[in-house]
């Protein structure tokens, strides 16, 4: 099978590949192709034209596909073969309870606190997240919002806590990136603006407020999409027509 022919020439071979290294980078590989639904949920994967496409034998491409098992990105059936797994709306809601708790109490330890170099770097942030916007450039604008949290996490050195976001981002991404649209990316620079707003004007009830808000209209977004399009998700016929499955407000 030839490179061009590939159905995987999204896939892009890492160099060099020491012996050490070949497994992590074919992981790293497909997690971002799945994360960023270059592998869609429920798509079978063909190993075989994964090792031709990175240049790989077969044992790495195993022992990536068992790591993101664990992650909870692939599905692997004996004698059936492999599948991205489907979106588990009830493991989105839990980890994005997660985050409302752990991002909205960490602001208000921020507030009050923070440095210059914070601001500075959150200026530069959301105005990359404009550009991004304006080029209708989801996948950088999707890198630029996660750095617009991490930034604030890193200013407080609070690391623990973003392990445990960042434990839980694949999974998140992946379903946030499902409903990523010109919509969605005005409306997520505009409730950033308002975090940010709080953070300049040292006012925590604000900050905090516009992270728990932006955090429930993802929910609100992801439940609708979930509602019309089910087969993406493993539980997406569980959802009703209300919003009571996430703790709004």
């Known amino acids: 099978m030839s490179a061009e022919a590939s159905p995987y020439s999204f896939l892009?071979?890492?160099?060099?590949?020491?012996?050490?290294?070949?497994?992590?980078?074919?992981?790293?590989?497909?997690?971002?192709?799945?994360?960023?639904?270059a592998l869609a949920p429920g798509e079978a994967i063909d190993k075989t034209a994964i090792c031709?496409?990175?240049?790989?034998?077969?044992f790495p491409v195993s022992e990536a596909l068992a790591r993101l098992q664990a992650e909870g990105l692939v599905d692997i059936a004996p004698q059936r073969g492999s599948t991205v797994s489907l979106v588990k709306i009830a493991d989105v809601r839990e980890y994005m309870l997660i985050r409302k708790a752990l991002e909205s109490e960490a602001l208000?330890?921020?507030?009050?606190?923070?440095?210059a170099d914070l601001i500075d770097a959150l200026h530069t942030n959301m105005a990359m997240q404009?550009?991004?916007?304006?080029?209708?450039d989801a996948d950088t604008f999707?890198?630029?919002?996660?750095d617009f949290h991490d930034i604030i996490f890193r200013s407080m050195r609070f690391t623990k806590i973003k392990n445990i976001?960042?434990?839980?981002?694949?999974?998140?991404?992946?379903?946030?990136?499902?409903?990523i649209t010109p919509r969605r990316l005005a409306f997520t620079i505009a409730e950033h603006q308002k975090i940010f707003d709080g953070i300049l004007g040292g006012d925590q009830d604000q900050a905090t407020r516009a992270i728990r808000v932006h955090i429930?209209?993802?929910?609100?977004?992801?439940?609708?999409f979930a509602r019309e399009k089910p087969d993406l998700f493993a539980d997406g016929d569980t959802l009703g027509t209300d919003h009571d499955s996430f703790p709004f407000g």
Request: hydrophobic residues 45%.
């Open 12 to 37: 892009v071979r890492p160099t060099p590949l020491s012996r050490g290294s070949v497994t992590a980078e074919v992981t790293n590989a497909l997690r971002d192709a799945i994360v960023s639904l």
């Open 52 to 58: 031709e496409q990175l240049g790989v034998s077969r």
């Open 108 to 115: 208000r330890v921020l507030i009050g606190s923070h440095d």
């Open 130 to 136: 404009r550009e991004a916007a304006e080029r209708d």
């Open 142 to 146: 999707h890198q630029i919002d996660i």
């Open 165 to 179: 976001i960042d434990s839980a981002r694949a999974n998140l991404d992946r379903a946030r990136r499902l409903i």
């Open 216 to 224: 429930d209209n993802v929910m609100v977004e992801l439940f609708a």
